[in-house]
């Protein structure tokens, strides 16, 4: 799997080696060891998410703040979407900085997005599933 950063620099955008052959494919959805070496910090997530919406549904952007903010791995399962994250960090020099990404299914990115951010997403397809893990509870 390769962890790239993006222009915001603690977002990072995570593309799986997926192994396809005649019966299917396989690939490594998370790797705790990678992701913390690329953050440098420890990451523990307590909650998984799913989430289905139709052509057209806007979800978000949602935030929790501190002491409840969380920090959320993000992936399709089925369709794809428009992601979005913005950078709310008051004290952050990418404050107000936005980034979009199509997640899907096919492509199956991922989109670690840390403490401090907004998020939502756009259902481009005619139905999408979301998966998502958080290091804290909803609030």
């Given amino acids: 799997m390769k962890l790239e950063k993006t222009y915001i620099p603690d ?51 949602h935030y929790q703040i501190s002491p409840f903010d969380q920090s959320k791995l ?10 979005v994250v913005v950078d709310i960090r008051k004290d952050s020099p990418t404050f107000g900085q936005w980034l979009g990404e199509v997640l899907s299914a096919d492509n199956k990115k991922q989109l670690w997005i840390p403490l401090g951010f907004a998020h939502g997403f756009l259902t481009l397809s005619d139905t999408a599933e979301i998966l998502y893990k958080t290091t804290d509870y909803y609030a």
Wanted: charged share 35%; proline share 2%.
């Fill in 74 to 83: 993000v992936r399709v399962i089925e369709g794809n979407v428009l992601d």
């Fill in 11 to 61: 977002l990072i955008l995570i593309k799986p080696d997926v192994h396809k052959d005649n019966r299917g494919y396989f690939f490594e959805s998370f790797r705790h060891d990678l992701l913390e070496k690329e953050l440098g910090y420890e990451v523990n997530f307590i909650q998984d998410n799913e989430s289905k919406s139709t052509k057209g549904v806007l979800r978000g952007l």
